[in-house]
């Protein structure tokens, strides 16, 4: 989608097949067409506009859906996050991988092996969380979002509370999730952990 307010930068949103937005600017003979529309479903509405005055309106309302998208984006990859927390808390280690790409990278806390298949993926998450119930708490967040890949990265501190025969241990540690839809949905397609020092 290209946004007028960029200055004719590119600035795509991620495809959502539901929701096909565009945006088309023509100049004939001077003469500016634009043509913005919506793909729904299979329905198309389709708005043309020459007014000059009205070109104004039109551009807003594309920003504003830009928006709108890019805010959904980062909505549906902090849930995927929040689907991971819950799944890691109550254990359930199917629930954790597919929240996963099929070829996602993980760079584990516990562990010095990084994994790109579902396999190794199995085995740390069963190893993880052999070390007893692990509740994890997001303590904070950076976001960033990629148009170009259609991806959205989320950065920052979480703590693994262990409940152990001796006690309950937290571990802090640095992650990083970047996410991608796949199929509709947002997955993790990498994941770095480490503790802090």
């Known amino acids: 989608m290209v946004d007028p307010a960029s200055s004719g930068t590119n600035k795509p949103t991620c495809l959502d097949l539901d929701s096909i937005r565009y945006n088309i600017t023509l100049r004939s003979n001077g003469d500016r067409k634009r043509t913005f529309g919506r793909l729904r479903g299979h329905q198309i509405a389709q708005y043309e506009e020459r007014d000059q005055g009205q070109d104004q309106d039109l551009q807003q309302s594309v920003v504003n859906q830009s928006q709108t998208a890019e805010t959904s984006d980062i909505e549906a990859a902090r849930t995927t996050l929040r689907q991971w927390t819950e799944a890691v808390a109550v254990g359930r280690v199917e629930g954790i991988l597919a929240l996963y790409a099929p070829d996602a990278i993980l760079v584990p806390t516990l562990s010095n092996e990084i994994v790109s298949d579902e396999a190794g993926r199995r085995r740390y998450f069963e190893f993880f969380l052999s070390n007893g119930k692990a509740e994890c708490t997001i303590n904070s967040e950076k976001i960033r979002i990629d148009h170009k890949r259609c991806t959205v990265a989320i950065a920052g501190i979480y703590s693994f509370l262990f409940q ?34």
Do not use: K
Request: charged letters at 25%; aromatic letters at 12%.
């Open 164 to 197: 152990r025969s001796t006690g309950p241990e937290t571990v802090p540690a640095r992650f990083l999730f970047t996410f991608e839809r796949t199929g509709g949905d947002w997955r993790i397609s990498g994941h770095h952990s480490s503790r802090c020092i």
